[in-house]
C-alpha cells in the first residue's frame, strides 16, 4: 500500500484535498526555483573550451558549448572587458573595487582580484608573446588620447612608443603589434565615418605605423590574429560584422554574417571567435565557417529586477 493511500484512508477529506494540492504544488516550484533565465551577456572572452563574459555587472565563466555559468565576482561595481591570458590561467578585467575603474586579475577559476593599475581609466586590451598584460591608459599622454602599456608581474610598465593606441593584438611571433589609434567613438553613431572614426595599423617595433583599412571610411577595429591573418570588426556591409584580412591589409574576406544587431565586441581562441550580438554571445567557427548562438542559462536571484524603494531621489 503506497503512503498516498494510507493518507487518504487516515485522514479526512479536507486534509486530503490539502495534501494533493501540495504534493502537486512542490514539484512545480521546485522546477521554478532551478529552471534560471537567458540574461544580457557582454564582453566574451574565449581561450579553449572556457568563455568568461559579463553579465549582471559581474564576471561568469562558461563552457563554449554553453549551459549554467559560473560566477566568478560579486562586487557591487561593474566587472567587464575580461581578457584570458595565453597560458589560460589567469583573467585580467576592469573593475571598480576602489571606485575608479581600473585594472584587476585574477584566477581563471575565482578567487581574490589583485590590482595591477592606479591610473584612474585603463582597460586590459591584450597579452604580449612573454605573458605581458597590455592595457591602454590615459595616465601617460599629455592629450585626452589613450597610449598602450605593458605591465609585468612585478609592477614594472613599458610605454609602445605610439602617439595613440587604444585596442591591440601582437602577431605570433611578437614582431608585429595591430592596433587602433583611438578609443571607440563616443557617439555611438552607426556607420560613423567622421575623424574618429577607428582604423587598424601596424607596428613592426620602429618607425612609422602603416595603415592597414585606409580603404574603407567607416569603422575597423578589435583585431584578433589567428593563422597569419588579422581578425576584426567592420561595419563594410551596413552591420558591425567580423572581416579578415592578411597582415598587409589585403586578401579581404567577410567571415560573420549578422543582419540586424551589430557585433560589439569579440575574443578569439583555436580558430573559434566568441561576440556579443544583441543580448547573446555566439560562436564562429572559422575553419567550417559555421556561427551560432552559445545558449547560457543564467541561474541567479536577479535581485537588479526586484523593487528598489528610494527615499530620496535626488540622491539615488
Not at 502537486?24 to 537567458?38: L, M, R, W
Request: charged share 20%.
Amino acid at each position: 500500500m503506497s503512503i498516498g493511500q494510507l493518507l487518504r484512508d487516515a485522514l479526512p477529506g479536507c486534509a486530503v484535498a490539502v495534501f494533493a494540492l501540495w504534493t502537486s504544488y512542490t514539484p512545480v516550484y521546485a522546477a521554478a526555483e532551478t529552471q534560471g533565465h537567458s540574461g544580457y551577456y557582454r564582453f566574451p572572452a574565449v581561450h579553449g573550451e572556457t568563455v568568461v563574459f559579463t553579465t549582471e555587472g559581474d564576471l561568469w565563466s562558461v563552457g563554449i558549448h554553453g549551459g549554467v555559468p559560473r560566477r566568478l565576482t560579486s562586487n557591487s561595481g561593474m566587472e567587464s572587458h575580461a581578457t584570458i591570458s595565453p597560458d589560460g590561467q589567469t583573467i585580467a578585467f576592469v573593475g571598480q573595487y576602489e571606485g575608479p575603474n581600473e585594472v584587476y586579475t585574477l584566477p581563471i577559476g575565482g578567487g581574490v582580484p589583485q590590482r595591477r593599475t592606479w591610473d584612474g581609466e585603463s582597460v586590459p586590451v591584450g597579452w604580449a608573446v612573454d605573458g605581458r598584460l597590455l592595457i591602454h591608459t590615459l595616465r601617460y599622454s599629455t592629450l585626452p588620447d589613450a597610449k598602450l602599456v605593458l605591465l609585468d608581474g612585478r609592477g614594472g610598465h613599458e610605454i609602445l612608443p605610439l602617439a595613440e593606441g587604444s585596442e591591440a593584438a601582437y602577431s605570433a611571433d611578437g614582431r608585429s603589434l595591430f592596433f587602433t589609434r583611438y578609443i571607440k567613438q563616443g557617439s555611438m553613431t552607426k556607420r560613423y565615418q567622421g575623424g574618429a572614426a577607428e582604423n587598424l595599423w601596424r607596428f613592426d617595433g620602429s618607425g612609422e605605423a602603416v595603415p592597414l583599412t585606409a580603404d574603407w571610411p567607416g569603422t575597423s577595429h578589435g583585431p584578433m590574429i589567428w593563422n597569419s591573418r588579422v581578425y576584426f570588426l567592420s561595419d563594410r556591409d551596413g552591420v558591425m560584422n567580423v572581416f579578415s584580412m592578411d597582415q598587409q591589409g589585403h586578401d579581404l574576406k567577410q567571415e560573420s554574417h549578422q543582419k540586424i544587431f551589430d557585433i560589439e565586441s569579440a575574443s578569439l581562441s583555436e580558430g573559434r571567435i566568441v561576440y556579443a550580438c544583441g543580448a547573446d554571445l555566439w560562436s564562429l567557427d572559422l575553419k567550417s565557417a559555421h556561427e551560432e548562438i552559445i545558449p547560457i542559462t543564467l541561474v541567479s536571484d536577479f535581485d537588479q529586477l526586484r523593487d528598489h524603494w528610494v527615499k530620496k531621489p535626488e540622491g539615488f
